[in-house]
């Protein structure tokens, strides 16, 4: 069945928001803790992956971002009080001033997309069956980006760049300034890292 002209304009609408925010700095912050937030706070980096907070807190770290002026994605999947369910993520939208969602689960990238906010499905490459997943998770979920875990492999990177047009993030152990470069050279258009080192470069 084709798509609706008005769904393609939409998902086509999406994709270019968020490479928008993309491209606004090649680092992305990822922050874990109280001390992580206070940190971002003067970093240079104008996006911020929220991965920490509960049904408590998570409305206060949003703020306090958004008084910052940086753009907000919250990982939903850790945060606690919650229970993996599209709700959360509706809580996020009606409750805060989230502009985006991480999440590995299916459910909840497209429970962000349905919510009118941007949707990062997180994947975890461990083996050769997790990567041959990937197209399979992508099409299912739709997301306006993915993000490849670890971020330190630039050659499943470039597979990865050579398997879709979505924006590509990579994340998790990305430690310095070589492999930042190693990643954006194998086509990520960013990376995220919790290194403050990183968020200087």
């Not at 206060?60 to 999947?77: H, P, Q, R, S, Y």
């Not at 429970?111 to 997790?130: E, I, N, P």
């Not at 197209?135 to 875990?149: G, R, T």
Request: hydrophobic share 50%.
């Amino acid at each position: 069945m084709p798509e609706s002209p008005g769904r393609v304009q939409r998902m086509a609408d999406e994709s270019s928001r968020i490479s928008d925010v993309m491209s606004l700095h090649p680092v992305i912050a990822s922050i874990k803790d109280e001390d992580g937030l206070r940190a971002v706070l003067r970093a240079p980096c104008p996006v911020v992956f929220v991965l920490f907070g509960s049904v408590m807190t998570i409305q206060g770290i949003v703020a306090t971002l958004k008084n910052a002026e940086k753009t907000v994605f919250v990982d939903v999947d850790l945060l606690d009080g919650f229970s993996s369910k599209p709700i959360a993520v509706d809580f996020l939208k009606a409750h805060t001033q989230t502009d985006g969602v991480l999440s590995s689960k299916t459910i909840m990238v497209k429970a962000a997309k349905a919510a009118g906010l941007m949707a990062v499905h997180r994947l975890f490459l461990v083996d050769s069956l997790s990567y041959n997943n990937v197209s399979k998770q992508v099409k299912i979920s739709e997301p306006d980006a993915i993000m490849i875990l670890p971020g330190c492999m630039p050659r499943v990177l470039s597979w990865v760049r050579a398997d879709t047009n979505l924006p590509l993030i990579a994340g998790g152990l990305v430690c310095d300034k070589e492999d930042v470069m190693a990643a954006l050279n194998a086509g990520a258009n960013a990376i995220a890292s919790s290194n403050r080192g990183v968020w200087l470069m």
